[in-house]
């Protein structure tokens, strides 16, 4: 199943393909941000049967929990058959996506307009953020205890925020400047509004509808924690809608492909996890990513509830026993930049599920990097079950590179492999990935959590 196009497999079938990639339009359509992609997971776990573990006294083969971390990051067990201490099997994602968010002091007035400040989140192509519809997402939290959603730019009749650009006729000294610099991070401001309050400014106009509308005033934007990103749904792309085209496919393309292989296995031999994180594009930092001791103590509370002696360090060995899929976008192989590649090397659409035996950049470093071992393993896994895989470097040695969550998992010496989907404009506001890729990878994720 190594390197073939997946197409082939579904050619009398390709509904199949389509149908799935209809319900991850709709997630990714939802899941702006971190928060909303732990809301709508907790829905999906829920209606599936999973109880939230602050709930439960007791667990036994076959019962299903999840744990929540502060709203932002969230991992989910199927209770196995065999004893937890031979280890899990792990689905991990991340899902907060590259963006802009505002700043703490974020409203200013400036000629007329009332403009928004912003600090950008992750690796951003910053001229790829300007004049697109721009839509607003996520909580203000007042002094007295009340948390204030807000949610602006993607119902049709919503108005939708942006970042104006220089018209092309006044540009001679912009278009000269080198690419990374055209656009500066400290102009990636958002405009608000024009209507100057009565005997006021436009800044006073528009604190005033945040008044009425949410009951917020200027100063709780300092604990909040709004994020702008492109407005609009996912949508097919290209005329055999092959493709989807939509924000955020890194990562939360695999991040659903891996909770609905979770949600889809019933009874696993070993106990079955996903966990979603946080903070990757800026380091798994903190207490919601990846490096934050949640997990490690979520599967202590997992041992205890189900009556395992000293569950800390029941967990440590646990872990030590486990298998993962770090899941992450691959760098999809573009024939208009091939020359980034090693063809031999490379992801491309349609030859499914990629595995990275390593990441990293300037001789691997920051990777980890598989063990031969283990890599057998999952061939054997994708072999059997008919998964269309393939194998992958981001890019050619020395043209840049890149990290993942799985050297911070690979630290607890569990057996640790990235794997993910390929996606084209990777961290643009439109990334794109193709459909049967994205069904490859959850079919393979659930062949992996059943893999003897
Ligand atoms: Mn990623
Ligand atoms: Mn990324």
Redesign the pocket.
Known sequence: MYRKNAWEKYQDNLNEVMDFAEDYKKFISFGKTERLVVKESVELLEKAGYKNADKVESLKAGDKVYFVNKNKNICAFVVGKKPLLEGLRILGA?IDSPRLDLKESPIYEKNGFALGDTHYYGGVKKYQYVTIPLALHGVVCKKDGTVVEIHIGEKEDDPVVGITDLLIHLSADQMAKPLGKAIEGENLDISLGSIPLKDKDAKAYVLDLLEKQYGIEEEDFISAEIEVVPAGPARDYGLDRSMVAGYGH??RVCAYTSLKALLDTEKPEYTACCILVDK?EIGSVGATGAHSLFFENAIAQLAKLLGLADPLYTARLVMQASKMLSS??SAGFDPLYAGVNDPKNAAYFGQGLVFNKYTGSRGKSGSNDANPEYYAFIRKTMDDAKVNWQSSELGRVDQGGGG?IAYILGNYNMNVIDAGIAVLNMHAPMEIVSKVDVYEAYRGYKAFLLAK
């Open positions: 991340h890194d990562d990757e992450d976008v993942t």
